[in-house]
DNA sequence: TATTGTTATACTCTATAACTATA
DNA sequence: TATAGTTATAGAGTATAACAATA
């Protein structure tokens, strides 16, 4: 198929991340996780301390979005929220032992499913596509906001 | 980086596909278009004649939710939507010369943003994406939910 | 006065249910 | 009775604005 037949970028992406949401629900389901909550363990097990607003940023959310998602994090163990003794505004957040292993349990499973996915790829498509994909996950979005024509 | 140490697919895949279709917005605004009227002038350029449930769910969406969209369209004459005369309850729907034309228009500006962005990708990888990209956005999305382990 | 986290409110988007007309 | 399309209503999800505590 020639390069220039194929679909819009967003018309292939946007169906395959549905279908992966989709597939990683029921697995957040058995760990007890939404997929919020997920988004939350994630960004904590990468980068341990932040804001609340720095969190909910850095996860696509609106930083009153996180509240309840943190208070149930919180209530069932999984994260610490104490204030910063520094500026006792701010609220540092952490991961408990608990909310690490939860998390890693509920990422190896999603990986599984990942790799049944992947293994539909020849071997140069499956490198390229993962490669690709770390490069673009990363390019900054104002970056890819097309210059207005006027 | 090694393969295992990549993040999940869909972490990686929900802030591209965010940036996407941010960056498509004020190109379909410059063409009249909301992303629901581009999505269904593209289906319908595809597959010129079907009935609006199966419109509607062919592109992801609720078939209630595609009327207005439709009503919009018809009215600024875009596409044409007549009773089939075989079976008068079903609407026929196909895109007039217009339609046709605002579609390839927004498509072909689309393109030179998604080729920009491209860019940025080693030859190899470009293409591996783009063709794992073709197969994965066509897997069905049946197949993708992983099987239960109870 | 500005900022962090919070709560309450309003808004957008989507799905559900009820209706009309055809079959 | 069943189905296509439509309309009206309700629900989920999200953002906006106002508030309390701290700086």
Redesign the pocket.
């Known amino acids: 198929m020639a390069d220039d037949e194929r679909a819009d970028l967003a018309a292939m992406l946007a169906p395959l991340v549905r279908a992966l949401v989709a597939a990683e629900r029921p697995i957040l389901d058995e760990h007890g996780l939404t997929m919020?909550g997920y988004s939350v363990l994630l960004a904590l097990a990468e980068q341990p301390t932040r804001?609340?607003?720095?969190l909910a940023e850095s996860i696509g959310?609106?930083?009153?979005?996180i509240?309840g998602v943190?208070?149930d994090l919180q209530e069932r163990g999984l994260l610490q929220?104490t204030p910063d003794p520094?500026?006792?505004?701010?609220?540092v957040l952490s991961l408990t032992e608990d909310g690490r292993r939860v998390c890693g349990a509920a990422q190896a499973d999603i990986r599984t499913m990942e790799e049944a996915l992947l293994s539909r790829l020849p071997a140069a498509d499956r490198r390229g596509f993962l490669s690709a994909l770390r490069v673009l996950s990363t390019v900054p979005r104002g970056e890819i906001v097309s210059p207005r024509v006027h």
Chains 1, 2 share one sequence.
């Open positions: 919020w804001t609340q607003a720095a959310a609106d930083k009153t979005r509240i943190l208070d929220r520094s500026d006792r505004r701010a609220r």
